[in-house]
């Protein structure tokens, strides 16, 4: 069986082989089907034009997406039979139409608790989103550790387009919902961290990256 992402939404294509004996097919057992709630936000529209993604995810397969950034190119691995499928059909949803194109990542963070760069926001840090949110996918289980990408959120059940890479460690709740992994360029992270960090009110080691993080563009392969 085959994998193969494509169309607007995150369409998954399904490819079946496996011809046995005569003219019967071999069957695959079919797949996880999760169904998601994407909810209109009037009060916080649209930051661009985008449609939300279809409310069912399958909950199995990977596809990567390549944010290449003014810094460098990060490939990120979803993981859509992880416990956030949903979370990972609206990231596909949001490349594919090319929201994150030409955004900048507005928070960065080096401290003792906490080594993230958060990414998603149009405007600046938490606001201009995609205009709908959709629950958590937690488990209580989740880790944060050095290369995992996870969904950002302004309080339980406000997903958007909102997320983060933790570049060291992130020693926070299980209330992330996790997207996947850093597969390649987490050596351009580290550039990031390395030109440094504005001082802000949060602390002198959490603020906007003391040279601006474009992504210029994200890819799904």
């Known amino acids: 069986m085959k994998t193969r992402w494509s169309a607007a939404f995150g369409v998954v294509m399904l490819s079946l082989s496996g011809l046995v004996a005569g003219s019967s097919v071999a069957t695959a057992a079919p797949a996880p089907v999760t169904l998601c709630a994407f909810t209109p936000t009037p009060e916080n529209p649209a930051a661009r034009p ?20 003014n810094y460098g190119p990060v490939t990120v691995r979803l993981n859509r039979a992880g416990a956030a499928p949903c979370a990972v059909q609206n990231m596909a ?11 900048q990542c507005w928070r960065l963070t080096d401290s003792a608790r906490l080594g993230v760069l958060q990414c998603g926001d149009i405007y600046e840090v938490e606001m201009g989103g995609p205009g709908y ?21 302004q309080g339980p059940g406000t997903n958007g387009s909102e997320f983060f890479i933790v570049h060291s460690f992130a020693n926070i709740p299980a209330d992330y919902s996790v997207l996947g992994q850093v597969v390649q360029g987490m050596d351009v992270l580290d550039r990031m961290v390395a030109a440094g960090i504005t001082p802000t009110e949060r602390g002198p080691r959490d603020g906007e990256p003391a040279a601006p993080i474009t992504i210029t563009s994200a890819r799904l392969s």
């Open 50 to 69: 985008v449609r939300p993604p279809l409310p069912v995810a399958l909950g199995f397969g990977t596809a990567d997406v390549t944010f290449q950034f």
């Open 93 to 103: 949803s949001l490349v594919l139409q090319r929201f994150y194109d030409q955004s």
């Open 133 to 153: 949110k959709f629950p958590d996918e937690v488990d209580g289980t989740e880790t944060y550790g050095r290369g995992t990408v996870a969904m950002g959120n």
